[in-house]
């Protein structure tokens, strides 16, 4: 038999039909829901008289659209307090299991997934948001569908797709102290661009995934589609088998020996083909901050802004100094030189306990800088729970930050939480685009712990050599 | 969906790169359980000033690009989030057809699931077609589905390719739902034969 990646082999498995002109109706293992992208596509399942075809592969949560604030007392927002309801609303209709907004399991859906077992390893998984590619961390296929295919997966439990390419990008060696997963694919877009990998599944390889734990995976495959790549994912490991063991969704007994068997051969093949590779050396890679507006613009905290005079392509010139008059940056500033007024730790990308232990270790003892609004938004009622039981809680406290409820808060700023015109911020999150944390708010991309040893400093620091 | 066949109108020039789905309808718009009116919020950021009121420099708000049809833009067009209030707010201003060197994945098929055409063209044909429209109502171009070609003021035509299965969708209206909905029974005999040999999903 021909030799297959891990994504062929979880597309081989889940086709139902194909066309002629290669168009294959896949099926979805597992879909789950927002407030934000799903009230249409409820909407068009009423007006159509059509009912969700397996609501036991769909769970629905809210995230978006959430105050962090105390919400026991309703949701101040009228037009968010009406897409919350609405969800519920239709939740309960087509007997979709629901976590509110006051539920402890409730968070943002791509840690919910992995928390409850959900995401399994070899699934379909798919959610009206792009950053799906989370799940792709436990070897799963999972991608962001708009809401017309949200719909689509309501009503058939399939998507209409095309194969995409292969991508494997391999990281090798150890990464030094103080850079982490987040580095490693800022890293990833800064080579390939934020279309690099635009019509690819990208598997990620090598050493370094290897050594990363599963929510270090996650932070990886979340960014695929900062790459422009359909999902990234990882092939899974005893460390995927011990996240999801015991988890409630997860298999259990029997069926649980009987997956692992399974889940053994979701290994690439030798010898099996890539349409393109790349490689990368961890132990080269220095902290990275973002300087523009797109993920693409990284650069070493060591270094300084790029001058977009040096780019050849005037569209791409052009692009590059409105994203620097955006950023209020100047062609040679030191990137350690910008000072920053707001600090974001939170999201799908780093909102996880591992994410807030590495805050907690740095800023412990420390205060925020007189002149830093910091503020930390867990990932989930659970990573909540979590952080409090291990008193991070405190000692974020204690150093002036502010402690939220879950949700995404100011990663794309739906809610209340968001910069005024012209703040900078050192944000954990994924985007840096423009208006993205809130009107003409300036956004740099780092890692937890790069944001926690700014929001101490008042500006970038090195976190290698911070202290 | 409405039918895309031939469309003549206005073509906008858009010279961005990486024209993120975040531009073309912020967060404030997507509040909505619907998805009609979001016009209003279609490139709002670029679009109106900080007071509310329109920014004369952009170029929708150009008296010859106000009514524009088609959108000519830089490589990557509608990266970012998988929002779909970005083509619906496209399609509610009026736009139905956007022509790139590329676009991101999941914008892209969205715009076939609102009968808004996205056209792969290569960066010399973008070249000119950009030309094409700098030169505003003056200049309209003609885009043929059928044919696949885009035809210019000057009597220049350029091909470009689609998917057979997504051309056909796009010519006739056709609701998608509607045709998986026919392959039920093709559905069920997968289910039967993934129950058997992935029991514990």
């Known amino acids: ?467 | 969906m409405d039918k895309f066949t031939v469309l003549t109108g206005v073509a906008a020039p858009l010279e961005i790169v990486n024209v993120d789905t975040d531009m073309i309808i912020p967060k404030n718009y997507l509040k909505t359980i619907k998805r009609t009116g979001l016009g209003k919020g279609l490139f709002a950021e670029m679009r109106y000033r900080e007071d509310g009121s329109e920014n004369p420099d952009f170029v929708l708000n150009k008296p010859a690009y106000r009514k524009a049809q088609i959108l000519v833009a830089g490589d990557n067009f509608g990266c970012g989030s998988s929002r779909e209030h970005a083509p619906w707010a496209l399609l509610d201003f009026g736009i139905r057809c956007v022509i790139s060197t590329s676009f991101a994945d999941i914008f892209y098929n969205n715009c076939f699931k609102n009968g808004i055409l996205p056209i792969k063209v290569s960066p010399e044909d973008l070249d000119k077609l950009m030309d094409d429209a700098r030169r505003g109502a003056n200049a309209t171009l003609t885009v043929d589905l059928e044919r696949q070609e885009i035809r210019g003021p000057d009597g220049g035509c350029i091909t470009f390719d689609v998917d057979p299965f997504r051309k056909h969708c796009l010519l006739n209206g056709l609701d998608d739902i509607g045709l998986t909905m026919e392959k039920a029974p093709a559905i069920d005999a997968y289910e039967e034969k993934a129950k058997a040999a992935h029991p514990w999903l």
């Open chain 1, 1 to 467: 038999m021909k030799a297959r990646t891990l994504y062929d082999k979880i597309w081989d498995d889940h086709v139902v039909d194909t066309q002629p002109d290669g168009t294959c109706l896949l099926y979805i293992d597992r879909h789950l829901v927002h407030e934000v992208t799903s009230p249409q596509a409820f909407e068009g399942l009423r007006v159509a008289g059509r009912r969700v075809r397996a609501p036991e592969k769909t769970l629905a949560v809210v995230d978006h659209n959430v105050p962090t604030t105390d919400r026991s007392k309703g949701i101040d927002d009228p037009e968010s307090a009406t897409q919350v309801a609405t969800l519920a609303e239709n939740a309960r209709e087509f007997g979709v299991e629901y976590y509110n907004e006051l539920d402890s399991r409730q968070g943002i859906v791509h840690v919910v997934g992995p928390e409850q077992g959900f995401t399994l390893p070899g699934t379909t998984i798919v959610c009206g948001d792009s950053h799906t590619s989370t799940h792709g961390a436990f070897g799963a296929l999972a991608h962001g569908i708009g809401t017309s295919e949200v719909e689509h997966v309501l009503a058939t439990q399939t998507l209409i797709q095309k194969k995409a390419k292969n991508m494997r990008v391999t990281v090798d060696g150890a990464l030094p102290e103080g850079v982490t997963a987040k580095d490693i694919v800022l890293a990833i877009i800064g080579e390939i661009g934020t279309a690099g990998g635009t019509g690819h599944v990208i598997e990620y390889a090598g050493e370094a995934i290897r050594a990363l734990s599963m929510e270090g995976r996650m932070t990886v495959c979340n960014m695929s589609i900062e790459g422009g790549a359909r999902a990234g994912m990882v092939a899974p490991d005893e460390k995927t088998y011990a996240y999801l063991k015991d988890r409630p969704k997860a298999p259990k007994g029997a069926a649980w020996d009987e997956a692992v068997r399974f889940w053994d051969t979701l290994r690439t093949d030798e010898g099996a083909f890539f349409d393109s590779e790349i490689r990368l050396d961890a132990a080269n890679l220095p902290p990275i901050v973002t300087w523009g507006t797109s993920p693409e613009d990284v650069i070493s905290v060591t270094g300084a802004v790029p001058n977009p005079d040096d780019i050849a392509d005037e569209v791409k010139r052009q692009s590059k100094w409105r994203a620097l008059e955006y950023m209020g940056l100047k062609p040679g500033t030191k990137i350690t030189d910008i000072t920053i007024d707001r600090v974001f730790i939170g999201s799908c990308t780093n909102g996880r306990i591992e994410d807030l232990r590495v805050v907690a270790k740095i800023v412990a003892g420390k205060s925020v800088n007189a002149n830093v609004n910091a503020m930390i938004v867990p990932g989930s009622g659970l990573v909540k729970l979590q952080a409090e039981a291990e008193g991070l809680d405190k000692i974020f406290r204690a150093a002036g930050f502010d402690w939220r409820e879950p949700g995404c808060s100011m990663c794309l700023a739906m809610n209340a939480d968001r910069l005024a015109p012209h703040e900078r911020c050192a944000s954990t999150s994924n985007r840096n685009f423009e208006g993205r944390q809130g009107f003409k708010g300036r956004t740099h991309l780092v890692s937890p712990a790069m944001a926690a040893a700014a929001a101490i400093a008042g500006r970038f620091v090195d976190v290698r050599s911070f202290g």
